[in-house]
DNA sequence: CCAAAAGTGTTCTGACTACACCCATGC
DNA sequence: GCATGGGTGTAGTCAGAACACTTTTGG
């Protein structure tokens, strides 16, 4: 008996929330879906057994990476405690894992059912959780470059709450909370009229 | 290497919050305060464990007790893993144990530093989610008889956030939020008028 | 008659919602 | 000239904060 991580890696796809299954290759649950997740190391710490899992699965570090809850007795038979951590990553920068017997792939969060182990409760946990961090802090830091304008933030927020947001009142609330601030720059993308691009405030977690 | 649970045990006396501590009677950090917590027994759940741990220190079950993270490396050198739950007693049905080496004793939260094992910030944080919990669920329905007056709930909330509240703004609220709803019955202490009584609309933790 | 606690209403403010039009640009 | 998306202001509603007096009762 050990003690493992799970991982619920979110990201942002044409406008919809996806999450990263796995596809078992071993007994229990062979073939079925599930979070990917690996047994904590000898002399490893939980925050960077989580890390090191993210950066396998996904090549990407330096996201937004949370602890969630930890459960017992859902684990693969070989782990009595399984630690959660949420993350939050841009799919433009990610390299999933190609191996035969290990298909990760993207899964749209509306519509995951029948996964091993109760993984749906933990990704519905998990998404509650990071609809409500987005009402108040910057997760969603993970997903946009340095530099951004409100509507690509906009867009973010629309994806993960799943509904679609007031242009005005949207900007009052991130720029008012000091979520984001104007840097000063302009951009243009094609046809338009140039957009004023923003920052996050900070690009760090924010501790509430 | 083990799992191990640690339990910040809150309750409220003379209008102040206060957790319970014992003085550790081994190595490391003998002397000083620390939360009580223990091993996990073979085959024992989690929150198991944790409520096995709070009836040992103080006698009573079926109260507010909550997971609040885990934490590694904190251990007493034991354990490796170490999850975190916070509870809510009334002081009253508690019975603490009297062991020479053991010594368990309630602390006033302002006041309390230099615990062993960083224990203040598990503390800390524990005394934050208490809070921002008490302003939208019954949390505080294991401080209480099942009925009693809008005062002595009033009085609690207090004690738990520090500051005097006002009372027509917290009937307001803990009525409108269907925290509590009236009995139709009411109570005389003294030399005052008679007193509406009030219970919980659950006395079952809220699920947000 | 005095001390102690219970009960009760109104006003103000700040946050959130809903909502519609004009502007700059590239084609 | 038109399609695309960027940018802006106002009115209404609701929750929370501040605030003071009257009533009942026991001693």
Redesign the interface.
Known sequence: MA?AVVLVIFTVQRDGLSVLLIERAADPCKGQWALPGGILREGE???GAAARKLADETGVSDVFLE?L?????LGDGRA??V?AYFALVDVARTRLRAELEWRPAWHSVRGVSSLAFENERIIEYSNQRLRNKLEYTNVAYSLLPEQFTLTELQRVHEAILGEPLDKRNFRRRVVGLGIVRETGKTVKYGAHRPAMLFEFVSRQPMTV
Chains 1, 2 share one sequence.
């Open positions: 003690t710490s939980l925050g602890q809850f930890t459960f017992d007795r009595e405690i630690v």
